[in-house]
């Protein structure tokens, strides 16, 4: 169990650049989550899927954002134009069914 | 899912236990209780989760009253590196499917030297 991986750590960027994320989960998991969190809050679902299909998305998940899996194993988190109310740490996590969740260590985006 | 009501921080002297309570006075009764912890720069890690009965494990203890309105997560022995933000959720049985959790803002637990 090597964990779940986040890259990268931090990411800084302009008002209006797309960014993308990555997360890899524990290999065994087939389920993938996204959550934002801002400042003294808790993490907020985004969106998240089994296998590589998507199958809730939170109304958090604008159309400026866009989650893939592709082949079921990573998954990476888009932004595009990116604005400064983005700017937040971005939580991956993954499980296997009805279990419990492993998180990432998250990227941390500051928006300029 | 159901509500959950935490104080916003508490305070715990070292070696002592610390005592983390949480109200959910609507929990519905297919609804588990579940504590996660967030140490600073750090996803969330979970800690223990339980329906009716208390249950231990090597991490802490929970403590669900008998009309479920409320829990408590009790960590025995509280050294520094118990200082984090602990998260009581509640949500359905696994029997629903999609197990995404809902945060609320938790309670900030400060370890004292």
């Known amino acids: 169990d090597t964990g779940v991986s986040q890259d990268p750590r931090h990411k800084i960027t302009k008002r209006g650049q797309n960014v993308t994320f990555r997360c890899d989960p524990i290999?065994?998991?087939?389920?993938l989550y996204w959550y934002r969190q801002t400042l003294g809050q808790g993490p907020e679902f985004l969106t998240y899927?089994?296998?590589?299909?998507?199958?809730?998305k939170s109304r958090l998940l604008s159309d400026r954002f866009s989650a893939e899996r592709p082949k079921g194993s990573f998954s990476t988190l888009e932004i595009q134009r990116t604005e400064q109310g983005d700017s937040a740490m971005y939580l991956c996590?993954?499980?296997?069914?009805?279990?419990?969740?492993?998180f990432g260590s998250g990227t941390q985006l500051s928006v300029l | 899912d159901a509500k959950t009501t935490q104080p916003p921080s508490m305070d715990c002297a070292e070696g002592r236990a610390a005592n983390l309570p949480c109200n959910h006075s609507?929990?519905?009764?297919?609804?588990?209780v579940y504590w996660y912890r967030q140490i600073h720069s750090q996803g969330p890690q979970y800690i223990i989760h339980?329906?009716?009965n208390n249950e231990t494990n090597e991490m802490a203890s929970l403590i669900i009253t008998e009309d479920r309105k409320s829990s408590t997560l009790i960590l025995p022995h509280a050294t520094l590196r118990d200082t984090a933000v602990y998260y009581c959720?509640?949500?359905?049985?696994?029997?629903?499917?999609?197990?995404?959790?809902?945060f609320g803002t938790g309670t900030r637990l400060t370890v004292i030297p």
């Open positions: 996590a993954s499980s296997l069914p009805d279990e419990k969740l492993f």
């Open positions: 290999s065994e998991h087939n389920r």
């Open positions: 899927f089994q296998n590589e299909a998507q199958l809730e």
């Open positions: 609507t929990i519905s009764g297919n609804e588990y």
């Open positions: 339980g329906l009716k």
């Open positions: 959720i509640v949500r359905l049985s696994y029997q629903t499917g999609a197990n995404n959790l809902f």
